[in-house]
């Protein structure tokens, strides 16, 4: 019996599960790991967002299969979002669309814009999906490198033109996970440009929109003029308002591309609960300041963090975005050693930057999204018991 198609047979083998084996083994030799892999938020979902689930579950009308492209109300919340946010103005009925989260999305996007060879350019590092969903959509990715020297933008000029030729669509993440880097509108002015040269779909991926501090604010792409007709971006719910398990997110941009994408998920899925697109249209359109307090907090703790890294001879450094710390792994170690060593002597477990591609050797990644006992503990750890020399 066949059990396996090719394709699944020849993606790479998931990465995270070395790590969760390792979290694993200290567990059971008693050790009290504290785990700052997980990019899921400990901060709860405010209670006001809540509350709004709470009511709408009551009505039974909202129990019903939920409508394919979103609820009126939620898409209206989204259009109203980006024309506060962004100064933005979106067709609620053709320009947006709900999603099951927006990794959901961006998973079923590829088969829906792409055919078999197609290149798929994507960053490197980056979140692992981009190219998992590509070679599931049987496309073939490039990694364009991100480099610390370059502020972890890609180079446009650097993509050969034989790739080029083959490339239908680009992805790309600011505020950045994992390097936490963001970027002003001139990048996305260049990034237009060069998709309108090359006739290429830019993604946006702006998961960390909301999470700025240091009043940098991001910007989206769909404020470059003309970037309709070569952008999608792709919005959640999950990190600016610790929602990460009510799986709502949303695509905005081209609605040719949104046209395909819901043609395809017309035939896979049945869209959101109502009842939890309706408590999203209300974060999303109602009072946000859970937002900023929750973005103090990690700013915070990154901060103590930070400081506790360099103290013991890592390059680390804060960034403007995200929850994330992406620093040099110190003296000689590849990703995995260093990230096998710290848990051995201090039962903290970072992330392998080699997880998020090629580009990310060398590298591991902090996440701040741990309660700050957790975060204080592990501080004092690593202050004890590590030192990289200077
Ligand atoms: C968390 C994350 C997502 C997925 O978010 P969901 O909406 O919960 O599916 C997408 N992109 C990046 C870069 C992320 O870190």
Do not use: C
């Not at 200290?26 to 405010?46: N, S």
């Not at 700025?212 to 600016?240: C, M, R, W």
């Not at 890592?314 to 710390?325: E, H, L, Y």
Request: proline share 7%; hydrophobic share 35%; glycine share 8%.
């Amino acid at each position: 019996m066949k059990t396996k198609s090719n394709r699944l047979a020849n993606i790479p083998p998931y990465k995270f599960a070395e790590v969760q084996k390792m979290k694993q083994k200290a567990l059971k030799a008693g050790i009290d790991v504290i785990d700052l892999g997980v990019g899921d938020p400990d901060l709860p979902t405010p209670k006001h967002i809540v509350k709004k689930l709470e009511e709408e579950i009551q009505n039974p009308a909202n129990l019903k299969y939920p409508s394919f492209i979103g609820s009126p109300e939620f898409r209206e919340a989204v259009t109203t979002f980006y024309r506060k946010s962004y100064g933005v103005e979106l067709d609620p009925d053709t320009e947006v669309l709900a999603l099951i989260g927006s990794k959901e999305g961006i998973g079923h996007l590829l088969p829906s814009v792409i055919d078999p060879g197609d290149y798929v350019l994507g960053p490197d590092p980056g979140y692992p999906v981009y190219r998992m969903a590509t070679l599931l959509a049987d496309g073939k990715y490039y990694d364009m490198s991100l480099e610390a020297s370059n502020d972890f933008k890609p180079k446009f000029d650097e993509i050969p033109n034989d790739v080029l030729e083959k490339a239908k669509v680009m992805f790309l993440n600011y505020p950045s996970n994992p390097t936490g880097a963001s970027v002003d509108i001139d990048f996305y002015e260049e990034a237009v440009g060069f998709a309108k040269k090359h006739d290429l779909l830019i993604v946006s991926d702006s998961a960390y929109n909301m999470v700025t501090y240091n009043d940098y604010t991001a910007p989206s792409i769909l404020q470059v003029n003309g970037s309709k007709e070569h952008a999608v971006e792709f919005g959640s719910l999950s990190k600016s308002y610790s929602m990460t398990g009510w799986r709502v997110g949303y695509v905005v941009g081209n609605k040719e591309v949104i046209k395909s994408l819901s043609i395809y998920k017309s035939n896979v899925d049945t869209g959101v609960f109502t009842p939890i697109q309706k408590a999203a249209a209300h974060a999303l359109t109602s009072d946000q300041s859970s937002v900023n307090e929750y973005n103090q907090i990690y700013k915070k703790r990154m901060n103590t963090m930070v400081e506790a890294l360099r103290s013991i001879g890592i390059d680390a450094n804060p960034t403007n975005a995200g929850f994330f710390i992406w620093a040099p792994v110190p003296g000689g170690y590849t990703s995995e050693e260093f990230v096998a060593t710290v848990l051995e002597q201090t039962g903290v477990i970072f992330t392998p930057g080699n997880i998020f591609g090629p580009g990310g050797e060398g590298y591991f990644r902090v996440s701040l999204a741990i309660p700050n006992e957790r975060i204080h503990v592990a501080v004092e750890r690593i202050r004890e018991k590590l030192e990289f020399g200077k």
